[in-house]
């Protein structure tokens, strides 16, 4: 998971300077550095929360049931029930 968050916050560095530079040089308007730390910072987390969702989703799908009796959770007829 931590790798993940790596990734994630690198790859949002790299790609929101490349399209504040490009945004600069192709349209001339020019993003200041605390608007790009906020889209970095919502990149990495909006990444890290679904990243985290398509871990657990593929741990889930790895999942085997334990072999060996389950219980129900179900309680069995009391003493009570048979006498009546």
């Known amino acids: ?5 790596w ?3 690198f ?9 504040a530079v490009a945004a600069d040089y192709f349209g001339g308007v020019y993003i200041a550095i605390p ?3 906020v889209m970095i910072l919502a990149i990495t987390l909006i990444g890290t ?3 985290g969702a398509w871990v ?3 741990t889930a ?10 219980q129900s959770g179900q309680p069995g007829p009391s003493s009570d029930d048979k006498q009546r």
């Open 61 to 70: 799908e790895q999942e085997q049931p334990h072999p060996g009796t389950t």
């Open 11 to 19: 790859s949002a560095i790299v790609s929101v300077n490349l399209l």
């Open 49 to 51: 929360i679904f990243g």
């Open 35 to 37: 608007y790009r730390l």
């Open 1 to 5: 998971m931590k790798k993940l968050i």
């Open 56 to 58: 657990l989703m593929r």
């Open 7 to 9: 990734i994630t916050f």
